[in-house]
């Protein structure tokens, strides 16, 4: 469906775009037409958009109707027509180096002011692209204009404000033009043979090594999310400022909590999408001290475990025994993990870990042939696999020498499962949301360990998903569908 451009009145509108509806902000509220259509995106160029304001009322009444402002309620709030400095916090976290990239920009200039037009996250002169991206990613709107001032030989930003298409310079209108029909063509463009109930974002690197998922799997889970009537497509972290135009986001990259992923994942929840990694899960798996805790709090079957701090390093050995096991709490694909023999060895380990974090998670050893993986979504074991240890190694991937070597990865039936594994699997992830989970669990002597819960866990074609294929694909479709489903009217393609 064509996107709409949303103005107050349509004749002060300056510029021919192809493949949109210009469209008055009076015909958008009142005309039946409008709020009977589906999965449309509206650019809301409405010069006023203060609280209560027709404008105001175009993205208020667009998100009610399941349609896409840009900008949204939220950020003409924030934004406003005359954002202060007061709001930089929030930019900073648009980018992490956003202060830095302000410095390297503007130190060569002579002035002490400079403004910065964004069209649709780009500027005019290219050096500046990946400021504008940034400031657009954190408030999405199509024009924004950025005020820079010098003070004490620091540049900083002192306003920030929703630009006007009808005072954009002639000089600049060509530009414009190509920005927005670069920015449409990319999501609105694309001919379709279907028409699909809702979008999907799947925020995934291509060249991210450890990526949960490739290539493959990626392609499995799209054609699966389309038999349920959505449309699924990769996005990359240049991506935040549109991901208010999907109804769903999946991520499918290694999450932290410091991190773009987390950003992504709290701004999907705060604009209403569903979204696998929600933030609550992503602060709670990727935290091994928080694990620690729920486990000893659950009597979640686990080695024996000891939070470590600069008061209680003598406490490990009685506690845990050697060898053990130090984590760095946020550790992931068995970085920040290692392995001591000795107290002299454990204290100086610890020592260096607590120079990043306060708490150090310490474990008892307990070795193993593999790991069992329990693939768990909504709080029901979805696959089963088992995860060998590398040769010579007591993890399931060893980063000796320069090239990093992997376990064997073996798909499982669940007829295959020891006693008791599903359900304490199940239990497990249970205590860290209804999303997508993977629990590693070792068993000995008969014993079961949960190792770890893990948020968005490995799916990849031809090892986890080697005996189930593409029923996988289409469980995790179908979960988001009945969400969205719930979330919306719940009417059928």
Known sequence: MRPLIVVENAKRWPFELESVEVVRARDYLTDPRFAEMRGTTVYNFCRRLGYQSLGYYVSLLAAARGHRPMPSVATTQVVGTAATSGHL???????????????????????????????????????YDRLARALFNQFPAPILIAHFERADDEWRMVTLHLGDAAEVPESHREFVIESAQTYFARRHSAPRQKVYRYDLAILWSPDDENAPSDERAIRRFIRAAEKHGIQAETIDKDDYGSIGEYDALFIRETTFVDHHTYRFATRAAAEGLVVIDDPEAIVRATNKVYQAEVFARHAIPSPRTLVVHEKNIDELVKRVGLPCVLKKPDGAFSLGVVKVDTAEEAEERIKILLEESDLVVAQEFVPSEFDWRVGVLDRKALFFCRYHMARGHWQIVSRKGRTDRYGRVEAAAAEEAPPGLIQTAVRAASLFGDGFFGVDVKVVNGRLMVMEVNDNPNLEADYEDAILKDAIYDTLAAWFRTRLDRRGEGSAL
């Open 89 to 127: 916090p929030l930019l900073r976290a648009a980018s992490e180096d956003l202060e830095d990239e302000i410095q390297r920009l503007f130190s060569p200039l002579r002035g002490d002011h400079f403004t910065l037009s964004i069209y649709f996250g780009r500027n005019m002169a290219k050096r």
